[in-house]
Structures are given as C-alpha cells and as structure tokens.
C-alpha cells in the first residue's frame, strides 16, 4: 500500500504512402505536393500535379499509371499561362504543390478536372477521410462574390466504373464523374448537357463557390428558404446559395445505368439530343421519367432496382459567413490562400459525420452521427475515391493538397492531447491526466496509479484507475470504457442528480431552470433561451446538466448536438486535487515584520491548523478541473484513512460537484453557429479553460479550503468556492449559497483603491493564488489577465476579512495601460518563513519582470517597486509563473534571491485560425533581485525619506546592493547585457540540449567584478521557435522546466508533425549543466537505460519528453528525484493500449552539492 506521504503528485496536463494494390486497401495517404502520387489515379481532363513536369499514363492492367505534371498538359488542355501555385513559376518545388483541375485569372475559364482512385477500399470498418482544399486567384462572377464553381469529393461504389473506357479525357457519361457546372462533377445536371451524372455515386461533398450544388428544381421537405429553387442539379435541394458546404447523397441518372435497368423507358436506338432530354426530365423529377411514352413520371414498383437521384443529406450543409469564403478571390499564391480541411467519417452502420476547419482552426461541425444508410441504401462492399473541379463563366483555381482514409474504427482512436499553458495538481497515490479529442470537442480525465519497477524506478500504471467520460457519460452494455476496459452496461450520471452550481449576480444558485433570473430586458434564462422559439424553456439548460434526450438523433431529428461524452473538452486547463490539508502552516502564527501584530489564527477559541488538518485527514480527495463545456468539475478519487494510506472506495471519478460560472451561462449558447456550444455547427469555443487554484484559509474562528478559478480564453471572471467540507451532505444545489463564495467579472468587480478597476481584468489566464498577508488577512492574488479593456498589467488582491469572511478587492497597476500588456500568474514570495507573503512577482506580455510589494500591515501602502526589475529583449513576452528561490553562489555568502523563469507565449486557436506562439529567441532566466538593502531598498533612489528595505526591515537577510552600487542607471532596470550567456546547443545525435561549459557569473556583488557586474544568467532556446509556456518549479539546487517546440504550421503542407518539448534540468545559481543529470543511479542500473546515449549524455541539460505543463517532483526510497508528466501523446487501442494520454517519468541525478560545498536551495512562496 503506498502512503500519500510518499507521493503528492504534481501534474498540469497526415501520414504519407501506400502502394498500387490489386485488392482492396485497408488505408490509403496521398500528398499531391510532390512531383508523383504514391497511389496509383484515374485522371480526367485538367487533372495534373503542378510540381510535376511528366506526361501522364492513366493506368491499366498492372501497371499503375501516372498523374500528369500540369506543364506538360499546359498546351493540350489549359492553353494558356499558368499562374498562382508557390510562387507563379511552374513547375512549383518539389513539396510545395498540389494538384491542380482549374488555372485561374486571367483565364481559367470552362474548366474541369478530376481523379478516381484505383484500388476498392473496403467499407465493412466504416471510413474515415480527412482532405484539404484551397480556391483562389478568381473572378467575382457570381453572387456570392468569390468565383465559380467549386470543388467536390465523392465515394463511389467501385463496382460500377468501367475502367475499360478512361482515356482521361471526360466523355460526360457519368463513367467516374458526373454532370460539370453547379453538379461539381457529382450530381446530375438539368442545366448543362450532357446532363448524366455520376454512376454508382454513394455521397457527395460539394465546396461550393457559386451556389448551386444543392439547388433543385424544388425545396427539400421542410425547408422553407429563403435561398431560391432555381433547379440547377437533381430534384430536391435547398435553394441557390453561394459559398456553401453541403452532402448529397446517392444517384445513376446517367443514360448507360437508365438504359441497362430501364429499357422500357429508355430504350435503345434513340439520337442524342433524345437521350440527353430523358436523362434531364429524369435529374430534374428525381424519378424515373418515360420519355419514350407519354413524358410523364413512372411509379416503379416490385423488384425493380430503386432509383437514386443524388437528394441532399438533410440539414447536411453549412453557409459560411460572408467573412469567411471558400474562395480567395485576391490571393496571387497558393500560401495566400485559405486552406480547409475536411473530416468525414461513415461508421460501420452508417451514421455519418462531417466537419470542417479553416486553416487549421477548430473543426467546426456540419453533420454529426446522422443515418444515411435509409435514404441512400446499404453502403457498397467497396468505394473508390474521387475528387473534382470545374469553372463556368467564372473563375478560380482549384487544388487539392493532400487525402487520407482509414477504416472509421482504427481513426477513431485519435485524440488531441492538451498542452497546459497553466500550473500543476497536487494529489496522492494517482497521476491525473486530462485532455481532449477534437473530432466532437469531447474530453476525457484519467487517474492512474503511480508504483516502482525493479530497480527503484517511479512509474505510471498502464491502465488508469478511472475515466470520468466513462463515468459521467456511462457505457453501454457490450461495450468498454476505451481507456480502462471497464465493460458496461456502466449507467450515466443522471443530469437531474448532478450538483450543478452557477451564479446570478449576488448569489450562488442552483444551476437549474427556475433558479436562472429573469427579467423582461433578459436575465438569465433569456441568454440560455435567446433566439429559440417557446416552448424550449429548460431544454438547453438540461442539455448543459447532460441530459441527451434532445440531441440530435440518427435520424437528423432533435434540438441539440450530439454527442459522444458529456463531458467536454479540457484543454488548457490542469486537475487540481483537493484531499487532506498538506499546506506547510503550523499550529502557532506569528507575523516577524509586525510582532506585535494581533493575529486571529492565535485566537483563544481559533482552530489550529493542526487541529484542522486532523479533522479533515479523512475527507474525499476531489480533482477539480475546467472543461469547455462551461463547467469546473469535481470529480472524487478515493481518500486516506488516519493513519495516511489510501483508501480506494469512492476512487470512480465519479462527479461530486460542478460549477457554471455565471459569466458562462451568458455565452455559452449564441446567435453565431459555430460558438454556439448546443448547435450542431459548432464550431469550438473556449469557456473554463484556466487551472483552479486551491488553498487552505481561516476566517471565522476557523479554516477552510477554497477552489479559485478563471476562464482563461472563455473571458474575464475569477470565481471562488467552498470546498472544505466534500460530503453528500454538504455538496448538494440546496447549499449553493453558502458554496460559492463569489464570482467577479470586468463588469462586476469593484476595488477599494482604483475607480473602474475592471477595465483593467483581462482574460484569467493564470492561477489564482491563496495567501497570509501582513493586514492580518487572507486573501485571493491573481494577475489581471490578457486583453482587458485598458490594456494595463497589474495584480488583484483580494482580502477575507477574517470575521465575517468579506471581500475587499484592491488593484496594484504597473500603468502600463493601453499597451495591449497583461500578467497571467503572480507568485507570491514569502522571505522570512512565517507564511505571510512579502512580495509578488510577476512577467507580462511585454517582458517586463516586476515585483509588488505587500510588506506593509496598510493595505494603503501595498506598491509597485518603481522599475521593472528586468526587461527581457523584445519579442519574448513572459506568460508563467516566476519560481522565487534563495541560494548561496559559494560557502559562506549571503543567500541570493534568484527568480526564475522562461519566456514563451502560445495564442490559443480560433474557427478561423491555429493556434500561434511568440516569434523569435525566447530563452530561460535567473535574474537576482538585488534590491533588498537595508538603506534604500523599499523604493529607487536613495534618501533620508527612503523607508528601509527588506534587510532593513527584517533579520531574514538577502544579499542586496544600493542603487548607487549597481552601477545602473535610473530606473534601474537590468536588462540582458546584466547577465551572464550560457549556451546550450543541440546535440545532433540525441536532439538533447547540452551546455558544454559552464560560464562562470562575476556577480555584481563581489569586489572583484566591478567592471563586469553580472546580476544572474539567462540561456537562448536553441531550438526553433522553441519556448516556455509551462510554469518552472525548482527541485534541490536545480531548476526544471518544460519547453515546447510548435510543430510547422503550414497549412498547405502535407506533413501532419507534432509538437515536440524538451524537459530542461539546470542549475538555478548559474544556468549551468550538472554532469549525466538525467541518468540516476536506479536508472544507471537498467541496460536499457545506461546504453542510451541520452542519458549519459555528460552535458545535457534537457532531453525530449514531449511533457506538457508542469512537472510534478517526487522521489523513490532511495532519495532519488523523479518528474512526472503529461505528455501530448495518446496511445491507440483498448484497456491498457486504449486511448490513454501518455504519461512519463524522469529520474534526476542531482549532485549533493556544487563547487565541493552544499548549498541550501529554498523555494519562497
């Protein structure tokens, strides 16, 4: 049985290649970037690679053929000028092609292209298909302003080609493409002869620029406009509407399958002009028409093959705003363009789903789970894939870049891991993880267990202990939990029974219906209910609680979205556990910079914190976290008996509280599809998506242990609640009021100090902080957040008075307003030891380092230390945490305080764009604040009226210089020329970071360095556009800290990399390497280990882990530190090899010592 004293676990949170087969592929990848295709392609008409120069060979028999290059079919079939492509040269660079059906302006006029691949894929797993598209360089011809006519991808069953018939050169039979114009090569046609559509067509996706691949002669049933009918392709359809996604399903209007299952009404011998006019009454009636008769439409009944007239999936179709086109009319260059890409997935038994993503933003849904196989058949044994182009009067270029399909069961697996831009979890014997899946914007948490293998080592279980997805969504009989293999039947939580909370203005409610406010200009149930048509009431509402009886069904009918989990994506945000007091507070308080002080923690009839941590030494672990489904979460996670072993009932992650910010339940349901959480076009948006914070504090004679939050991206609100008491009786909607202690948000929040203080609340990026201060209070610290309205960067105090337990809130500004700057994290810092904070730290966007200092009992003195500190070079902002650390550079010196940290930032993604990170060198730091002397260390510059600093005010003494001999000029700033280089390069064989030698730092402080101060180091990232998004923490004398390097993010290239990251473990006195860190002596027992030139590298200071957020530090019995972490890597399959995120651990073999002297390394907060 493992103690938790043992472990307090600190945790935050397309392939290319395929040959030519003569039976059926099981996976099939191209990249039409290159020269060549790796599959083997029918090709049609303007069908060509435009980083080839070949001639094409359509393939046949054995051989597999080959796609042209676009050059050599510029006369035959383009005759004129190519343009656009990489760079309006042609042939475009190897890599940086495409494949190409349309030129563009100034011609491109009446032209079409297309490919059939060759090789059946089956279909008995389902099949799943990602693709991505651009349109560009055209003409506004038509209505909708971006050119004409658009793109299609199609499945067809691969029985019905005639492949003896391809010549590559399109004859409009319907052989392998359809009708051209508004059918976009799918559908029939009723308005450009020949009119045959596509033979053997299973389901069509139109990227349509002009509008018409869903307009029929008449409107689909129930639809009722207001786009016009003006019957352009087939019978059925939704209107003419330009710059639209839409799916039709299957259709044989072609003369040759009319004519062999139909004779009797179309008859052999007849002229073409007949032929043609039989093929277009019967595309435009969507039944079979006798032409040769008494041209009317034929009932068919018996045994006859039905009849299929390519009708529109229904309600499969999105219209994109007008700030969002298909097409980039003004764009010269394929990288000018906008890149889509495409998922479409059919299941096993035929419930397909659709979504899209514009250049590499958030895929946005069209259709979810829907059944096709009622109104479109049985899906066919086999399909082949095809794609195709074409231009009418008007232009653009049509391109296609890269296409995979996989069996829809091996696709299903994938998942998106988070990567955790904000802090860590505490917990106990259990390493949790969370993170997201965004086909569906699903999330999963896991806890797994944490053990020793045969040499010491720390290592994650295999399978976890539990998945709150599993738990909170339940799991069918004959099904398995993906990530534990649990078997079901496992029921859900029923959304009724769910403690769910939210705010109203003044006071926690009840997230329920009645509860919400109402008025007749709004209120709550307004927001929930806006635009929706009586009597929805409470609809949307149980759908938020996770009731599923309103989603959209199989059958396309319901009010909601469907989903796979209730439980939503979590992304940036990382479990926080709450279980038995661990903070490091005694019985007795005293304030040292204030003796005299009256403390109520010592109050007669006060509760010790000893006597607190007895108390609820038994209570439920809860692991709270934030998902964009608008809620933080509790999820429970077993306990500890007296004695501090863990007690496994109630380890199920089983839901024990919630909360829906009320600043969420005005946003979460919207007018705008695609950030509307209920829609089934949604899109993504963020919600609570910052890490809570917990702490224990005391007020009311009393302690009591808070969970506080932000939403991060989801907005500007800071909420706070009472979770000391975890019990069935206590967690329940009755005690709403009493739960939620607040919640503040820019338009609410009110300080003490400064009018209009909200304007200056951003976006609550960082964790909220809980601390002592020298008021005789505790209080609530928390940056203020990016974007705010007045652009400032500050911190906000929040104080608890310590009777009645109310708020004052007071906001300390860097008056930077107006800069666009921000702070996501302060870090409080106590220097003394008496739990009392002293000073915060804290970096902003524009790389400023400050410190704040709170040393004084009147909150009227609390101030900015005029500086910053230390400015960082430009372009590299500082968006975590600062790691304050106090440490001697050799025996016998005073204790430097050193802060450290990195830079680095990661803007989140959007519907419309991927997620981006700061440009240029970021790096790492270790700054020493050297303004603590006694004379004239409070404020800059020295004199009588100076108030002493901090080695004036206290006998905790920190090295310290007067300004005079800093050799600084005013404002006293350090910046980089202050601080030693040490350089780390890439070792080219094991991608490490190594630091050959250590540079030595003449600090500013010795006598002998007074032409070369130095105020600490700093370390450029070598690798590209590596940074620091994820907070540091220090174990022993070192610094660790977990970089990331964004994968290439160019949306026209095929390559589908990863982000990588780098675990870095350096000195913090020196940013120097210590010697094989990461090889341990448990470690160096293992061959697998002690032969891997990664760990013995003698000069690395971090190795690729892929870990994201932060680290958490434990170690073995031996003494022997580990990390442990989250990486942004999922595994594949079922139970033990399911769907897990893959966590890792790290030994460290941290020296003793430096220098032949111990140094005593203490981290202050």
Known sequence: MINRYSFITVLAALALGAPLAVEAQAAISEDFTGASTTNSWYFFNGACLTAGSATGVEPSGGSAGRMPGCTSIKSSYYNENLVGGYNGTFPDPVGSGALRFTNGRPGGYQQNGAIVSTTPFPTGQGISVTFKTVTYLGDSGGAGGDGADGISFYLMDASQLNTSTITGTSSGDGNGIGAWGGSLGYTCSNANPPYNGLVGAYLGLGIDEFGNFLNGATWMPGYTGPNPATADNSALGYGYKPNRIGLRGAGNIAWSWLNANYPTYYPNGQSAAWMQSAVRATCAAGVVWDNAHNGKAVKVTGDTIPLYDYAPIPNAYVELPASTQIANENAMTRAAATVIFYQLRITQGGLLSLSYSLNGGAYQSVIAGQSITASNGALPENFLFGFAGSTGGSTNIHEILCFKADPATSA????????????????????????????????????????????????????????????????????????????????????????????????????????????????????????????????????????????????????????????????????????????????????RLNPAATVPEAGSSAQTYTQYVAAAQTRMNVVYVGGNDGLLHGFRSGSYDPNGNFVATGNDGLEVLAYMPGAVVQTIHSATANVDYSSAQYGHNFYVDATPGAGDLFYGNAWHSWVVGGLGAGGSAIFALDVTNPTTSTFTEANAASLVIGEWTSASIACANVASCGSSLGNTYGTPQIRRLH???????????????????????????????????????????????????????????????????????????????????????????????????????????????????????????????????????????????????????????????????????????????????????????????????????????????????????????????????????????????????????????????????????????????????????????????????????????????????????????????????????????????????????????????????????????????????????????????????????
């Open 412 to 591: 299903a697996s994938s998942a998106g891991a988070s990567e955790k831009q904000s802090a860590k979890l505490e917990t106990g014997t259990q390493a949790y993880f969370a993170y997201y899946n965004p086909s569906g914007w699903t999330g999963r948490v896991t806890a797994s267990g944490l053990g020793f293998d045969s040499f010491g080592n720390v290592i994650i279980a295999a399978t976890p202990n539990w998945d709150a997805s599993c738990t909170l969504t339940g799991v069918a009989a004959g099904k398995t939990c993906r990530t534990t293999g649990a078997a079901g039947p496992i029921p859900a939580e029923a959304p009724a029974s769910r403690v769910i909370l939210s705010w109203n203005g003044s006071a926690g409610i009840p997230f329920e219906w009645g509860n919400l406010t109402s008025s007749p200009g709004g209120g709550q149930q307004a927001a929930i209910d806006a635009g929706d048509a009586a009597p929805y009431g409470a609809n949307r509402l149980n759908y938020l609680r996770g009731d599923r009886s309103n989603e959209i069904n199989t059958s396309g009918v319901g009010l909601y979205r469907s989903r796979t989990s209730v439980l939503g994506d979590i992304i940036d945000s990382s479990p926080t556990w709450v279980g038995p007091p661990v903070a490091p507070y005694t019985a007795t308080w005293g304030d």
């Open 775 to 1165: 008021d005789g209070k505790w209080a609530v610290i928390f940056g203020n957040g990016f974007g705010s309205t007045s652009g400032d960067a500050g911190i906000f105090v929040m104080t608890i008075d310590p009777t009645t337990h109310a708020q004052t809130i007071y906001y300390l500004s860097t008056h930077t307003a107006g800069s666009g700057n921000g702070i996501a994290f302060a870090s409080p810092v106590d220097l003394d030891g008496d739990h009392i904070t002293d000073y915060v730290y804290a970096g902003d966007l524009q790389g400023n380092l400050w410190r704040f200092d709170l040393t004084s009992s009147s909150e009227t003195n609390w101030a900015l230390t005029p500086g910053p500190l230390f400015k960082t070079p430009a372009g590299q902002p500082i968006t975590t945490g600062i790691v304050a650390a106090s440490g001697a550079p050799s025996s016998g010196m005073q204790q430097y305080l050193m802060l450290l940290f990195g830079t680095g930032q990661k803007t989140p993604f959007t519907n419309t764009n991927p997620a981006s990170y700061a440009t240029g060198t970021q790096a790492l730091y270790g700054v020493w604040d050297w303004n603590l002397s006694v004379s004239d260390g409070g404020i800059l510059g020295p004199g009588a009226a100076n108030p002493a600093g901090w080695n004036g005010l206290s006998g905790a003494q920190y090295a310290g210089l007067t300004h005079a001999n800093t050799g600084l000029a005013s404002p006293y700033t350090l910046t980089l020329a202050n601080l030693q280089a040490q350089t780390a390069t890439i070792n080219t064989t094991t991608q490490n970071r190594d630091i050959a030698n250590n540079a030595t730092i003449c600090w500013a402080a010795l006598s002998t360095c007074a032409s070369n101060k130095q105020f600490g180091w700093y370390i450029n990232l070598p690798g590209a556009q590596e940074q620091i998004i994820y907070g540091p923490e220090l174990v022993s004398q070192a610094l660790t800290v977990n970089s990331i390097v964004p994968a290439t993010t160019n949306p026209t290239s095929c390559g589908n990399q990863s982000d990588t990251g780098f675990t870095y473990v350096l000195s913090a006195m020196t940013g120097g390497a210590f010697n094989q860190v990461f090889l341990p002596p448990s470690e160096a027992a293992n061959s697998a280990i002690n032969t891997n030139p990664r760990y013995t590298d003698t000069n690395a200071i971090a190795i690729l882990t892929n870990a994201t957020g932060s680290s958490f530090i434990t170690s073995n019995a031996a003494g022997t530190r580990f990390l442990v972490y989250e990486t942004n890597q999922v595994e594949s399959g079922m139970g033990a090899n399911g769907s897990n995120i893959l966590g890792g651990t790290l030994g460290l073999n941290l020296p003793p010592n430096t220098a032949g002297r111990r140094l005593t390394w203490i981290e202050l907060r």
